[in-house]
């Protein structure tokens, strides 16, 4: 535990540094960032995990971008003082979703990656990221999300940005608690219900929130139950195209089913699916 709270130092991109855009990318194109503290044998390392051809985008992510667009979640302590971890981001072909694989990192899950990426608009792209030593993997999004706008050269609101580094760094806390599946499964099933009754107040909310939890004969502490409340208040004020978001879900979803159906899915957690297929029934209208 103190390894992978020690070295979060992941990949983020400081959204406020002017960096170029690459317009007209094409299917098969890379976009890579890299931790500025990576020693120039864990660069070429990084690179050949990669597959990382000679005329990557290459992005170099510091450790005051990290604290600075993390410091809003995460303790400083937490962060640490270096920028070790890497992400390759290859854009897909349209209608593709997103796919996610990682190497060295304990603490976020592929699937919390998805959809906190889908959250913040993120589409059609495989990615990868890796850290030469094990890392939480808390700090990846933002620079996936930032490598993905260079890439596409394509603007995500500030407030979304920030709305997907939150789910995702409370997502992994409260699976350090509940467990990382149990976690999960809890968000999707909140998301359903808030799109299916449209709470207008907090008590409503709750109500929503502790019967998620009952379903999965969850126990959350009043602490937990009211950073969720604070939580989807604040997003249900965003300005996110949720017919995206569903179509991307939409995309997890068959990838995740046409993998459940080979011999070599069928031992994965049905949870997982559930997962994804409750927020694809939700998500179309969420919060319309």
Do not use: C, R
């Not at 400081?14 to 855009?21: E, G, R, S």
């Not at 931790?35 to 985008?57: F, H, R, S, W």
């Amino acid at each position: 535990m103190k390894l992978k709270k020690q070295i979060i130092a992941l990949l983020t991109l400081l959204l406020l540094l002017p960096i170029p855009a690459y317009a007209d990318v094409t299917t098969g194109d890379m976009i890579i960032t890299l931790g500025k503290n990576l020693t120039e044998e864990q660069k070429k390392l990084v690179l050949t995990e990669m597959n990382a051809p000679d005329d990557a985008q290459i992005i170099t992510i510091s450790n005051e971008e990290e604290h600075q667009y993390l410091g809003n979640y995460i303790a400083k302590s937490l962060i640490g003082t270096k920028a070790i971890s890497s992400s390759a981001i290859t854009i897909a072909e349209k209608n593709a979703g997103i796919t996610v694989k990682t190497k060295n990192i304990t603490w976020v899950t592929d699937e919390m990656y998805i959809n906190a990426l889908i959250t913040a608009g993120v589409k059609d792209a495989n990615i990868f990221i890796t850290a030469p030593i094990p890392v939480s993997g808390t700090a990846a999004l933002t620079g996936i999300v930032k490598a993905y706008e260079v890439s596409t050269d394509t603007k995500i609101p500030e407030e979304v940005k920030q709305a997907a580094n939150e789910e995702m760094v409370k997502t992994a806390n409260l699976g350090d608690d509940i467990g990382t599946e149990n976690a999960t499964a809890l968000m999707a099933k909140i998301k359903e219900k808030v799109a299916e009754t449209k709470p207008e107040t907090d008590q409503e909310l709750k109500t929503i929130i502790d019967d998620a939890a009952k379903d999965l004969n969850l126990t959350l502490t009043e602490q937990q139950t009211n950073s969720l409340i604070e939580f989807f208040n604040k997003l249900k004020e965003l300005n996110i195209d949720w017919n995206q978001v569903g179509d991307q879900l939409q995309n997890a979803k068959d990838k995740l089913t046409n993998y459940l159906e080979s011999e070599e899915g069928q031992g994965f957690l049905d949870k997982v699916k559930e997962f994804f297929v409750s927020l694809v029934d939700a998500i179309k209208n969420f919060f319309s």
